[in-house]
């Protein structure tokens, strides 16, 4: 468009009008967008109901686990069980390597210390206290592991890696005795907040981490390459609960499920975080530990293990499965724990 101006006695002239500036935004570097996505990834508000269901199912198997350590207190922390003190610190050859049952001098204090443990694990469950019996639950499972550890397997370790994430995130805001009382009290209670995000965050990269290392590993045995590995498992009779040795006659079957259990091992770090095999990564680590639990007699372990795969499913799933039973279960934008691609 031009204007047009006349003067008395002058030549009639056009001119085109001055264009607006064009704003160009920056150009945003790749490591900027490398960090805006971290940042989004770890640092935005999730819903702490998943780690409440984390919580109660860690909390159960941790109550069964403390409950058997009671049982014989004298025989697994005693100066006179089955470890003595002294070869203790030889097997764990690591000064700090701490146990509060060191201190115990007699088999009452043991006891007492037991029963702490078995007490928090009691709290943490019904979810009174939450972050005082996480923390207790915590140092009475690494006191129990560093006095006794020929008795630490799978369980235990397990138990830990589900741990440290209750301590730090708000475990308690939701399906909790905590939760009634500050929704009682101050009419709120677990709000999204950056600490869940953070804790299932955490738990999430560490099975993504212990499945990596453990399918790696299994990479060395040739009995997995060869597809008999499984077979292995079944015909042990020390471990063997569920007699499946008529797989004997069925080698492809063996072969199929062997290979199976490595590729998705090796895989799931992979798998687990896209929507579009989440599902059935989280299916195959379902039937796989149930499997390991009921033909092998581990089924603590298995438990342990698909409780802390739940970090993978969304709160809204929680939620629709848990609205029959709850009074109030309100899932919002930011309940989704897993990529970032899953939340708004």
């Excluded at 043991?110 to 207790?136: D, E, F, K, Q, Y």
């Excluded at 009419?187 to 790696?216: D, T």
Aim: proline share 7%; glycine share 8%.
């Amino acid at each position: 468009m031009t204007a047009v101006r006349s003067l008395p006695g002058r030549r009639t002239e056009s001119r085109p009008t001055a264009a607006p500036p064009v704003t160009v935004a920056p150009a945003r570097g790749w490591l900027a967008e490398w960090a805006a996505a971290w940042n989004a990834f770890w640092f935005r508000r999730a819903d702490p109901l998943p780690l409440a269901v984390i919580r109660i199912a860690t909390g159960l198997i941790l109550t069964w686990s403390c409950f058997v350590w009671l049982l014989d207190a004298d025989a697994f922390f005693g100066a006179r069980g089955w470890l003595r003190p002294d070869e203790v610190w030889r097997i764990n050859d690591q000064p700090w390597q701490w146990s509060g049952y060191f201190a115990a001098s007699s088999p009452t204090m043991i006891r007492v210390l037991a029963g702490i443990s078995l007490v928090a694990a009691i709290l943490l469950t019904i979810g009174l206290a939450t972050p005082v019996a996480a923390l207790v639950s915590f140092l009475g499972l690494v006191s129990a592991a560093n006095r006794a550890p020929l008795n630490v397997f799978g369980l235990d370790d397990t138990l830990g890696m589900l741990l440290v994430p209750l301590v730090i995130g708000p475990s308690g805001a939701r399906l909790s005795i905590d939760g009634l009382l500050a929704g009682m009290e101050r009419g709120r209670g677990g709000e999204p907040s950056i600490r869940a995000n953070v804790a299932l965050r955490l738990l999430q990269v560490h099975l993504c981490v212990v499945y990596l290392f453990s399918g790696a590993g299994k990479l060395f045995g040739a009995s997995w390459w060869e597809g008999t590995a499984l077979w292995g498992a079944i015909a042990n009779d020390r471990y063997r609960t569920l007699d499946l040795r008529g797989l004997a006659g069925h080698p492809l079957v063996v072969n199929a499920l062997t290979l199976a259990t490595l590729w998705w091992e090796v895989a799931y770090a992979a798998l687990v975080w896209p929507r579009l095999t989440r599902r059935l990564c989280l299916a195959m680590a379902v039937l796989v530990h149930l499997g390991i639990g009921l033909a092998m007699g581990m089924m603590e372990f298995g438990l342990a293990m698909i409780t802390a795969n739940l970090a993978f499913v969304p709160a809204a799933t929680f939620a629709s499965l848990l609205r029959p039973f709850t009074f109030r279960i309100s899932p919002s934008s930011h309940t989704l724990p897993g990529t970032p691609s899953d939340l708004p």
